[in-house]
């Protein structure tokens, strides 16, 4: 299993910017993003299910949308009104009857 992460980079306060992350094998039945700023613990940004059943975190609510395509195996994360509390290392996640994988991180950086 593999998970690729796409995207990220440095962006203004109020702008926005898309991360995606390609699975490779399985499909999941829960993908999503976590995310850790320097000295804090990770933290979940938001998860869709094979469904498309979605949760947030209270933080991204409203400014971040996570979606997925199942044909490609594919979770997305469009973050719009990005602050720079948003700064962090964003983790592709998927799961999978108990099953836990990472990808290898994308660096989000917003400055004020």
């Known amino acids: 299993v593999q998970l690729q992460a796409f995207g990220g980079g440095l962006v203004q306060a109020g702008g926005s910017l898309r991360v995606s992350c390609a699975a490779s094998?399985?499909?999941?039945?829960?993908m999503g993003w976590y995310r850790q700023a320097p000295g804090k613990q990770r933290e979940l940004v938001a998860l869709?299910?094979?469904?498309?059943?979605?949760n947030y975190a209270d933080s991204v609510k409203g400014r971040f949308t996570i979606s997925r395509d199942n044909a490609k195996n594919t979770v997305y994360l469009q973050m719009n009104s990005l602050k720079p509390d948003d700064t962090a290392v964003y983790y592709c996640?998927?799961?999978?009857?108990?099953?836990?994988?990472w990808g290898q991180g994308t660096q989000v950086t917003v400055s004020s």
């Open positions: 996640y998927a799961g999978q009857l108990g099953r836990n994988y």
């Open positions: 869709i299910t094979l469904g498309g059943k979605t």
């Open positions: 094998g399985n499909i999941f039945s829960n």
